[in-house]
């Protein structure tokens, strides 16, 4: 009974071979992925990653480099992006195992797959392809803008056709002037948390010249970064990658389990998982501005807390909506969504 079971098992196995033997026998016939199979036991490819980098010929723009496992026997791989919420796909056959896009769209999201093929009789054969979670194809801003400005306004002078506005450094040394029509002016592209002197020089009609007394500024240093990193991921407003969607803030290249920190003392008024920015902090600063903080990894504050600026309010990650760990950065000026690089030092 035994030697019988033995047997028929021995039997079984050697149908198993002479069923294999064959696959072989029709390589041209059959699916690449079944003899790529057959061979190494590779259904398909197989480890596909992607990652992006800095191109330091296009500053703004990244490059995303695909790359897999070698699949034996393969002649080559098709190697297709296809962008989030779009059709369109973008394609390239390359013999090697791994592949550069360098022309994504900005701020964008996109996944890669990679087929392996072999070619035979003429006609390829492919296996089955393997996929790459979404990927953003973002920009990187090296430096965020600083510009300041300082609103100035003075008494107005009869029949005055001219009014300039000198602007100096702490030193008293000119740096620029600037013309206004009107009694009042804002002077930018200044620098933030820089003393600034100004003087008002008023030209009437008949050549007179009245001078204002010389006022001294320190520019807005408000707020500080809520990350260490200034690497932006995906900027303000409409993005490509997401049909008409509004991006209502900034995301930032943090990583996961990187600081979020308060950009100003303030008053925690949210602290929960809050829909689709997953685990989220909004500190409200006085004079109605608000920061929101989104797709934390974990909360380190609570509602009603006080925060001095620089605090930890949580740490970055990926919870709510997001495909990779990065800080959602948002503010707010009086309930409206504001470019918060337009803020930020
Ligand atoms: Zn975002």
């Not at 296809?82 to 996944?111: C, E, F, M, R, W």
């Not at 020089?201 to 990193?229: F, L, M, Q, R």
């Not at 920190?261 to 989220?280: D, N, Q």
């Not at 997001?322 to 503010?331: D, E, I, Q, R, V």
């Amino acid at each position: 009974m035994v030697i019988l079971k033995k047997m028929v098992v021995l039997l079984l196995s050697l149908a198993v071979i002479i069923t294999m033997s064959m696959g072989f026998g029709l390589i041209s016939e059959v699916h690449a992925a079944d003899t790529m199979t057959s061979n190494n036991n590779t259904t398909t490819v197989s480890n596909v990653s992607a990652t992006s980098s800095v191109a330091a010929s296009r500053a703004k723009f990244k490059t995303i480099k695909v790359k897999w496992d070698a699949v034996d026997d393969a002649d080559g791989y098709v190697v297709t992006a296809t962008q989030k919420g779009k059709s369109t796909k973008i394609s390239q056959v390359v013999t090697d195992t791994d592949a550069d896009y360098s022309n994504l769209s900005n701020n964008s999201q996109y996944k890669f797959s990679v087929k392996a093929y072999v070619s035979a009789d003429g006609t390829e054969k492919y296996s089955s392809a393997k996929s790459t979670d979404y990927i953003v194809s973002g920009y990187l801003k090296t430096t965020a803008k600083t510009s300041k400005s300082v609103s100035l306004k003075w008494s107005a002078i009869a029949d005055t056709t001219n009014y300039s506005v000198v602007v100096m450094n702490k030193n008293g040394k000119t740096l620029k002037t600037k013309a206004a029509k009107t009694n009042k002016t804002k002077v930018t592209g200044l620098k933030a948390d820089t003393k600034y002197k100004f003087k008002v020089v008023a030209t009437k009609s008949t050549s007179e010249t009245t001078t204002s007394t010389t006022v001294t500024t320190t520019t807005n240093s408000d707020y500080i970064w809520p990350s260490a990193s200034r690497q932006i991921l995906s900027g303000y407003g409409y993005r490509s990658g997401y049909g008409s969607s509004y991006h209502e803030g900034i995301d930032i290249g943090t990583g996961y389990g990187a600081k979020a920190k308060a950009i100003k003392s303030g008053t925690v008024i949210l602290a929960k998982y809050y829909f689709g920015y997953g685990k989220c902090v909004e500190v409200s600063h006085g004079n109605g501005v608000v920061s929101l903080y989104a797709h934390l990894s974990s909360i380190k504050v609570h509602k009603g807390q006080r925060v001095s600026q620089g605090q930890m309010v949580g740490r970055t990650g990926a919870t709510g909506s997001a495909t990779c760990a990065h800080l959602h950065f948002s503010m707010m000026v009086h309930g409206n969504m504001v470019n918060p690089l337009n803020y930020l030092p």
